[in-house]
């Protein structure tokens, strides 16, 4: 069974940054692809940034320019480096691991971006 567990999430005033890590329980990097979603109150789940296994990237336009998703197969984890945070980045944010059809979501770390 493979576990995603997300941290780096918090409070941040807008312009600021904040790292988030998702760590997994297996090797499950290496083969899988990779993407971080996340979910405002009241708003459906949505795609931030995606990583193929071969890595690469590609973003939601909303992002594109200050978040950037990065992987570390060795240390079996995923990071969203996100800068210039803005008040509408505000959501519960997830990691996703997708590998041979099966879904795997961690439980998600919050994020608020006061104004």
């Known amino acids: 069974q493979v576990q995603l567990v997300e941290s780096g999430g918090g409070l941040v005033q807008a312009g600021g940054s904040l790292r988030l890590a998702c760590a997994a329980s297996?090797?499950?990097?290496?083969?899988?692809?990779m993407a971080w979603y996340r979910q405002a109150p009241g708003k459906q789940r949505e795609l931030v940034a995606h990583?193929?296994?071969?890595?690469?990237?590609t973003y939601a336009d909303s992002v594109k320019g200050r978040f950037t998703i990065s992987r570390d197969n060795v240390k079996n984890s995923l990071y969203l480096q996100m800068n210039y945070l803005k008040p509408e980045d505000t959501a519960v944010y997830y990691c996703?691991?997708?590998?041979?059809?099966?879904?795997?979501w961690g439980r998600g770390t919050q994020v608020t971006v006061s104004p």
């Open positions: 990583s193929t296994s071969d890595g690469t990237s």
């Open positions: 297996r090797n499950i990097l290496l083969s899988s692809a």
């Open positions: 996703k691991a997708m590998k041979f059809g099966v879904d795997y």
